[in-house]
């Protein structure tokens, strides 16, 4: 007789991981509040990547590359979190070698010619794909995108201010440079696109930009080159069901007490999400760091509702995602146990993140609106 492996929704699940710079680190951190859950092998090539992340997962067995990776047998998952530019061809990796369920950080793709191997990627794959936009999983964006329709009457426009600090330190400075990222508005903006699609329920039809490069990283020259990534812009967004969206981008602008302020407004009135920075940002002589708020401003009677959201220190001590990475990962873990049956976050809904803001980077260098 020969013995089954125990269901996938009773046994630990474990993950293979493509990459631990930063964010790599952050979904390890987040992994290991999950019950039932284990990194199996790493693939990093980085060695002071790798001795951060050995000292999140010290029983990992990291590998020299992606086929090795592939080759271990106890995976029931991929987390792929490198670079941007290397997202489709490790996708295609895995297709080829071992199509297990993945979740892929966002950006899913950068340069626009890739776009038409992602879509046969989409179609072929067997397996679930989650691209990771972590900012639908904020409980305050949450919240708001819960409570919008009553608050609202229905979405007529939508805004969303990100006012925040400059790009980090990564790996390489793979970050600094637009053939590397796709540009900022796609490397830094596709969570917010993608947000604006799903509060809008319709997709893209017309983009309009102003942006560039002002402040950040002129001073910095990394093996002879300059950084070219924008640090600021306006976007418009035109829907095809004729609701409006706009993102107002600056990233020297980590003094501000909230890091992105959305709005949503419809006949009925209008909803307000407050988010703060990362905690660790937060400067100590101020005291504790300000909890996430929802407001709602109803028409008639007219006055505030304010909503603290408080999110579990435990959480955001592990991340600067306000929380959103863990509840990401929750849902990923149960669509790897079966106990969902497809991704929130789908590969169209990656490929219209980027594409918005592939249009947004061209409308600010070319001057001109973009029609999708």
């Known amino acids: 007789m020969t013995l089954q492996p125990p269901p996938l929704r009773s046994r630990t699940i474990t993950y293979g991981v493509i990459g631990c710079g930063m964010m790599g680190q952050e979904h390890l951190r987040n992994i290991a509040l999950l019950p039932g859950t284990a990194v199996g092998a790493i693939f990093e090539p980085d060695a002071a990547m790798r001795a951060r992340a050995a000292a999140l997962v010290p029983d990992a067995r990291f590998v020299d590359s992606i086929e090795a990776l592939l080759a271990q047998p106890d995976l029931d998952c991929l987390l792929i979190a490198s670079p941007n530019h290397r997202h489709v061809e490790q996708l295609q990796a895995a297709a080829a070698r071992r199509p297990l369920p993945v979740l892929v950080e966002k950006p899913l793709f950068t340069d626009p010619r890739d776009l038409a191997a992602v879509q046969a990627l989409a179609a072929d794959y067997p397996a679930p794909v989650w691209v990771a936009m972590e900012y639908r999983y904020m409980p305050p964006v949450a919240r ?92 418009a967004v035109d829907f095809a069901n004729g609701t409006r969206a706009m993102l107002e981008l600056c990233m020297f602008a980590e003094g501000a007490r909230w890091q992105e302020e959305i709005s949503a407004v419809g006949p009925r009135g209008k909803i307000e999400a407050f988010v703060p ?25 007219k006055g505030p509702q304010v909503h603290e959201i408080p999110v579990d220190p435990t959480l955001l001590e592990a991340g600067d995602h306000n929380g959103s990475t863990f509840y990401q990962h929750q849902r990923f873990l149960e669509l790897v146990r079966g106990q969902r049956t497809a991704p929130e976050v789908t590969v169209l809904d990656g490929i219209w993140a980027v594409r918005m803001g592939l249009a947004a980077q061209t409308a600010m260098t070319e001057g001109r609106v973009i029609d999708l």
């Open 144 to 235: 708001l995108l819960e409570m919008a329709a009553d608050a609202t009457g229905g979405i007529r426009m939508f805004s969303i201010r990100e006012h925040r600090f400059p790009f980090l330190s990564k790996v390489g400075n793979w970050n600094r440079f637009n053939n590397q990222t796709g540009g900022t508005f796609v490397e830094k903006c596709c969570h917010f696109f993608d947000l604006m699609r799903l509060a809008m329920g319709s997709d893209p039809v017309r983009v309009m930009a102003t942006g560039g490069q002002a402040v950040n990283h002129l001073d910095e020259s990394h093996d002879g080159r300059v950084p070219d990534i924008f640090d600021h812009g306006y976007v």
């Open 277 to 301: 920075g990362p905690t660790r940002f937060w400067p100590d002589h101020l005291g504790a760091p300000p909890v996430a708020q929802v407001v709602v401003s109803p028409r008639d009677p």
